[in-house]
C-alpha cells in the first residue's frame, strides 16, 4: 500500500486512488452492494448490511494466523498487567491490536488521561471518586450495547485497590450496580452517562442531557462532571475498536459479569447476544475465596507492588515516546489545535479545563489524522490522509455529527491548501462515490466505516471477508483505530458544547 512519502513539516498529497490492493490468502470477498450517502439516506438500508444466511465473523478470527505473538509486543507488557490489575484479567485482544502501531498506541496512549488515573485512584480532591467513574464507564458501555466493555465495566477497580474481582476474593462487597439501590450521586452519573450515549448516534436532546449535566455537577462539582464526559467519551472509543475487532472476552470477567450482573431492563446479562466472543473456559460460576483479613490486606499489597514496576514503565513510554511534541499548558494545546483544524475547528476544544484530557484529544488526532508527523512510535501510516480525512466524513455523515463533518472539511482545507468548499465537495464525492469506482481497499474500508457507525452488529461475515482481503492487516486495524477515535471525537464535541 503506498503511502505519501513527504518530509516532516510539508504539506502531504492528498491524492485519493492510491492505494495497491492487498492479497492475502483469505477467499475472495462477494460483490458489495453499493451505497450512496446522503442526508437523506435512510436506516432502513441497514438491510444491505445483513441478511439471514450471513453469520456473525469477526476480524480477530480472520486476522487469527498474522496476529501477534506475546514476545512481539513485549513494548506493550506494562499495559497488559496494568489491565489486570483494573478488571481482573490480561485483555484478549492485543495480539490484533498490535498488528498495527498506530492502534496500540492510541489505545495505551488515551487510557490514563481519559480515566483520570492516577488522580481518581488515589482519591486526590475535588476529583471524581473511583466508584463513580466504575459507574461512568458501566452505564456508557452497556448502553452502547458493547457487551465486552460491558463486562469489563462491570469488574472495573482502581490502582489501589484492585479489580472488582480481586476485591471480592478478599471478602469485599459485591458493586453496587442497581439503579435501584444507587446513591443519588451514582444515579445522576448513571442517567447522564445513558442519555448521552444513543444507537444511531444522531446528535438530539441536547437541552435535557444540559439540564442532567448541571444537576450531575451540583453533586459531583465542575471537575467531577467533567471527569465523567471524558469517561463517556472513552467509553465510546473503547466500544468501538473492540466490537469492530470482535474480540473475546476473557474467562474471568465473562464469570463473574453473567453471574452477578443485572442491568436494569434486561434483568440478567447475556454472554454473547453482541459482536465478539464468549470464552470457552467461563463454564463456572464465580467464587468468593473469603481471603479477607489481613491475608486479604496483604494480597492486595503484593498486587500493588507487583504493578508499580510496570506503572512506571508505561509513565515513562507516554511521556518520552508517545506525548513527545505534544504541548503542556493550555495556551499552547489551544494554538496547537488551531493550527491543524483552523480556527474554527473542534470548537468545543476551549471548553475542557483538564490540561491531561486537552492533551488526549491532541495525541489522539497525532495517532490517527494528522499528515505531517508519524506515529509516535515512528511507523507510516498505512492510509494517506485524505482516505483518512475521507473515512472520518464518511464516518460524520453516518452519525449525523455536524460539527465533526465541518471539523474534517476544516482538517481538509487547512492541510491540503484547498478552500473550504473545494474540501467538502471533495469529502462528499469519496461518500457518494459508486462502490466500483473506488480502489478496492477504500470500498472496503468506506464498507466498514458505514457498518461501524450504522450499529456495530452490522459488521457481517462478507464486510469482514472484504476488508481482511483487500486490505493489509495493519490497513484493517489502523482503520479501526481511526473509527473509534471519531467516536470518542463526536463525543467529546457533544459534552463540551453543552
Given at each position: 500500500?503506498n503511502?505519501?512519502?513527504?518530509?516532516?513539516?510539508?504539506?502531504?498529497?492528498?491524492?485519493?486512488?492510491?492505494?495497491?490492493?492487498y492479497?492475502?490468502?483469505?477467499?475472495?470477498?462477494?460483490?458489495?452492494p453499493?451505497?450512496?450517502?446522503?442526508?437523506?439516506?435512510?436506516?432502513?438500508?441497514?438491510?444491505?448490511?445483513?441478511?439471514p444466511?450471513?453469520t456473525?465473523?469477526?476480524i480477530?478470527a480472520a486476522?487469527?494466523k498474522?496476529?501477534?505473538?506475546?514476545?512481539?509486543?513485549?513494548?506493550?507488557?506494562?499495559?497488559?498487567?496494568?489491565?489486570?490489575?483494573f478488571?481482573?484479567d490480561?485483555?484478549?485482544?492485543?495480539?490484533?491490536?498490535?498488528?498495527?502501531?498506530?492502534a496500540?498506541?492510541?489505545?495505551?496512549?488515551l487510557?490514563?488521561?481519559?480515566?483520570?488515573?492516577?488522580?481518581?485512584d488515589?482519591?486526590?480532591?475535588?476529583f471524581?471518586?473511583?466508584?463513580?467513574?466504575?459507574?461512568?464507564?458501566?452505564?456508557a458501555?452497556?448502553s452502547?450495547?458493547?457487551?465486552?466493555?460491558?463486562a469489563?465495566?462491570?469488574?472495573?477497580?482502581?490502582?489501589?485497590?484492585?479489580?472488582?474481582?480481586?476485591?471480592?476474593?478478599?471478602?469485599?462487597?459485591?458493586?453496587?450496580?442497581?439503579p435501584?439501590?444507587?446513591?443519588?450521586?451514582?444515579?445522576a452519573?448513571?442517567?447522564?452517562?445513558?442519555t448521552?450515549?444513543?444507537?444511531?448516534?444522531?446528535?438530539?436532546?441536547?437541552?435535557?442531557?444540559?439540564?442532567?449535566?448541571?444537576?450531575?455537577?451540583?453533586?459531583?462539582?465542575?471537575?467531577?462532571?467533567?471527569?465523567v464526559?471524558?469517561?463517556?467519551?472513552?467509553?465510546g472509543?473503547?466500544?468501538?475498536?473492540?466490537?469492530?475487532?470482535?474480540?473475546?472476552?476473557?474467562?474471568?470477567?465473562?464469570?463473574?459479569?453473567?453471574d452477578?450482573?443485572?442491568?436494569?431492563?434486561?434483568?440478567?446479562?447475556k454472554v454473547?447476544?453482541?459482536?465478539y466472543?464468549?470464552?470457552?473456559?467461563?463454564?463456572?460460576?464465580?467464587v468468593?475465596?473469603?481471603?479477607?483479613?489481613?491475608?486479604?490486606v496483604?494480597?492486595?499489597?503484593?498486587?500493588?507492588?507487583?504493578?508499580?514496576?510496570?506503572?512506571?514503565?508505561?509513565?515513562?513510554?507516554e511521556?518520552f515516546?508517545?506525548?513527545?511534541?505534544?504541548?503542556?499548558?493550555a495556551?499552547?494545546?489551544d494554538?496547537?489545535?488551531?493550527?491543524?483544524?483552523?480556527?474554527?475547528?473542534?470548537?468545543f476544544?476551549?471548553?475542557?479545563?483538564?490540561k491531561e484530557?486537552?492533551?488526549?484529544?491532541?495525541?489522539?488526532?497525532?495517532?490517527?489524522?494528522?499528515?505531517?508527523?508519524?506515529?509516535?512510535?515512528?511507523a507510516?501510516r498505512?492510509?494517506?490522509?485524505?482516505?483518512?480525512?475521507s473515512?472520518?466524513?464518511?464516518?460524520?455523515?453516518?452519525?449525523?455529527?455536524?460539527d465533526?463533518?465541518?471539523?474534517?472539511?476544516?482538517m481538509?482545507?487547512?492541510?491540503?491548501?484547498?478552500?473550504h468548499?473545494?474540501?467538502?465537495?471533495?469529502?462528499?464525492?469519496?461518500a457518494?462515490?459508486?462502490?466500483?469506482?473506488?480502489?478496492?481497499?477504500?470500498?472496503?474500508?468506506?464498507?466498514?466505516t458505514?457498518?461501524?457507525?450504522?450499529?456495530?452488529?452490522?459488521?457481517?461475515?462478507?464486510i469482514?471477508?472484504?476488508?481482511?482481503?483487500?486490505?493489509?492487516?495493519?490497513?484493517?486495524?489502523?482503520?479501526?483505530?481511526i473509527?473509534?477515535?471519531?467516536e470518542?471525537?463526536?463525543?467529546?464535541?457533544?459534552l463540551?458544547?453543552?
Amino acid at each position: 500500500m503506498n503511502r505519501s512519502t513527504s518530509a516532516i513539516g510539508r504539506r502531504p498529497s492528498c491524492d485519493l486512488h492510491f492505494v495497491i490492493p492487498y492479497n492475502n490468502t483469505s477467499p475472495s470477498p462477494s460483490a458489495a452492494p453499493r451505497v450512496r450517502l446522503n442526508s437523506q439516506r435512510s436506516r432502513a438500508s441497514a438491510a444491505e448490511f445483513l441478511s439471514p444466511s450471513e453469520t456473525m465473523a469477526t476480524i480477530t478470527a480472520a486476522l487469527e494466523k498474522q496476529a501477534k505473538s506475546y514476545d512481539e509486543y513485549k513494548r506493550y507488557h506494562p499495559y497488559l498487567f496494568m489491565t489486570e490489575r483494573f478488571i481482573g484479567d490480561k485483555p484478549s485482544f492485543y495480539p490484533i491490536l498490535t498488528l498495527s502501531e498506530a492502534a496500540i498506541n492510541t489505545h495505551v496512549g488515551l487510557f490514563a488521561r481519559m480515566f483520570h488515573a492516577p488522580e481518581v485512584d488515589m482519591g486526590v480532591p475535588g476529583f471524581l471518586s473511583a466508584d463513580l467513574r466504575r459507574t461512568a464507564f458501566l452505564a456508557a458501555s452497556d448502553s452502547f450495547k458493547c457487551d465486552y466493555c460491558t463486562a469489563h465495566a462491570f469488574c472495573f477497580g482502581d490502582m489501589m485497590r484492585g479489580s472488582i474481582p480481586s476485591r471480592m476474593r478478599r471478602g469485599l462487597a459485591d458493586p453496587n450496580s442497581s439503579p435501584e439501590t444507587m446513591s443519588e450521586e451514582e444515579r445522576a452519573v448513571y442517567s447522564f452517562a445513558k442519555t448521552a450515549v444513543r444507537r444511531p448516534f444522531f446528535d438530539s436532546g441536547d437541552e435535557t442531557l444540559a439540564a442532567m449535566g448541571e444537576k450531575t455537577a451540583a453533586l459531583i462539582g465542575d471537575r467531577g462532571l467533567e471527569i465523567v464526559k471524558a469517561v463517556i467519551a472513552f467509553s465510546g472509543a473503547l466500544n468501538t475498536i473492540m466490537d469492530i475487532q470482535g474480540v473475546t472476552l476473557e474467562a474471568e470477567s465473562q464469570v463473574l459479569t453473567q453471574d452477578r450482573y443485572k442491568p436494569e431492563g434486561s434483568g440478567t446479562f447475556k454472554v454473547g447476544e453482541h459482536h465478539y466472543n464468549s470464552s470457552a473456559e467461563a463454564n463456572e460460576k464465580f467464587v468468593n475465596s473469603g481471603m479477607g483479613g489481613l491475608k486479604g490486606v496483604m494480597a492486595n499489597v503484593s498486587g500493588m507492588m507487583t504493578v508499580m514496576p510496570h506503572a512506571v514503565a508505561a509513565m515513562s513510554f507516554e511521556t518520552f515516546t508517545l506525548y513527545a511534541g505534544i504541548p503542556s499548558n493550555a495556551k499552547e494545546l489551544d494554538a496547537w489545535v488551531e493550527n491543524r483544524l483552523g480556527p474554527d475547528g473542534a470548537a468545543f476544544f476551549k471548553n475542557m479545563k483538564g490540561k491531561e484530557l486537552k492533551r488526549a484529544f491532541c495525541f489522539g488526532l497525532r495517532e490517527n489524522v494528522l499528515p505531517d508527523e508519524k506515529c509516535a512510535s515512528g511507523a507510516e501510516r498505512k492510509w494517506t490522509l485524505e482516505q483518512r480525512l475521507s473515512f472520518l466524513h464518511v464516518f460524520a455523515l453516518e452519525t449525523g455529527s455536524k460539527d465533526l463533518v465541518r471539523d474534517v472539511a476544516a482538517m481538509m482545507s487547512v492541510h491540503c491548501e484547498m478552500t473550504h468548499e473545494k474540501a467538502a465537495t471533495t469529502l462528499e464525492g469519496f461518500a457518494e462515490a459508486e462502490a466500483g469506482t473506488l480502489d478496492a481497499t477504500e470500498a472496503a474500508g468506506r464498507r466498514l466505516t458505514i457498518a461501524a457507525a450504522s450499529g456495530l452488529d452490522r459488521i457481517t461475515e462478507s464486510i469482514v471477508t472484504e476488508v481482511t482481503s483487500a486490505c493489509e492487516p495493519e490497513a484493517v486495524l489502523e482503520l479501526a483505530s481511526i473509527i473509534s477515535f471519531a467516536e470518542m471525537w463526536r463525543r467529546l464535541s457533544l459534552l463540551f458544547q453543552l
